[in-house]
T-cell receptor, first 114, second 111 residues
Framework: SQTIHQWPATLVQPVGSPLSLECTVE??????LYWYRQAAGRGLQLLFY??????ISSEVPQNLSASRPQDRQFILSSKKLLLSDSGFYLC?????????????FGEGSRLTVL | KQEVTQIPAALSVPEGENLVLNCSFT??????LQWFRQDPGKGLTSLLL?????REQTSGRLNASLDKSSGRSTLYIAASQPGDSATYLC??????????FGKGMKLTVNP
């Protein structure tokens, strides 16, 4: 079966510090991978997605970046965090080639920027 | 621009009731609609996916219907239980990789 892991689960960081959130998927090959953010009182917002190693598409301009160094690894980064980066970050995956298929989410990483 | 609305934002019911959760969307040109459940502080769990060519999907006590022409979907929960308490979100996918989510409906089922 397929599983998706995110870490860390919780993170408290000062403004201006760097960020690295990691996501890995097990049990499948070449999945489509996604980073979403859920901010308080708002819906989920797609930040980045990737259909293959090194292939990153950005949905919104922001202080964040994403990388996919391995087939089943997706990383969300920032060089300098802003207060507005606080939120609940969710990694998700889909079966390869099924860009209209079911989306599966991880447990999320809660980021608080102080 | 696609907008997804879920009304009401919260619902509290006694155990055993049959429930209907509503989701509406403004652009009927969608590929699919997906219902999720989110427990407090947790990620999203996929409940049902309805492709645009389908009218409904069923899983256990859950049944989701889709009416593209009217821009509506409903999630029917039969014989609700306290364990069904969670936030339920619907999301639609149009012509891109992005799912557009509603803000969710918080359901409380009281024993």
């Amino acid at each position: 079966s397929q599983t998706i892991h995110q870490w860390p689960a919780t993170l408290v960081q000062p403004v201006g510090s760097p960020l690295s959130l990691e996501c890995t998927v097990e049990g499948t090959s070449n999945p489509n991978l996604y980073w979403y953010r859920q901010a308080a009182g708002r819906g989920l917002q797609l930040l980045f997605y990737s259909v293959g190693i090194g292939q990153i598409s950005s949905e919104v301009p922001q202080n964040l970046s994403a990388s996919r160094p391995q087939d089943r690894q997706f990383i969300l980064s920032s060089k300098k965090l802003l207060l507005s980066d606080s939120g609940f970050y969710l990694c998700a995956w889909r079966w390869a080639g099924l860009n209209t298929g079911e989306l599966f989410f991880g447990e999320g990483s809660r980021l608080t920027v102080l | 621009k696609q907008e997804v609305t879920q009304i009401p934002a919260a619902l509290s019911v006694p155990e055993g009731e049959n429930l209907v959760l509503n989701c509406s969307f403004t652009d009927s040109a969608i590929y699919n609609l997906q219902w999720f459940r989110q427990d407090p502080g947790k990620g999203l769990t996929s409940l049902l996916l309805i492709q645009s060519s389908q009218r409904e999907q069923t899983s256990g006590r859950l049944n989701a219907s889709l009416d593209k022409s009217s821009g509506r979907s409903t999630l029917y929960i039969a014989a609700s239980q306290p364990g069904d308490s969670a936030t339920y979100l619907c999301a639609v996918q149009g012509g891109s990789e992005k799912l557009v989510f509603g803000k969710g409906m918080k359901l409380t089922v009281n024993p």
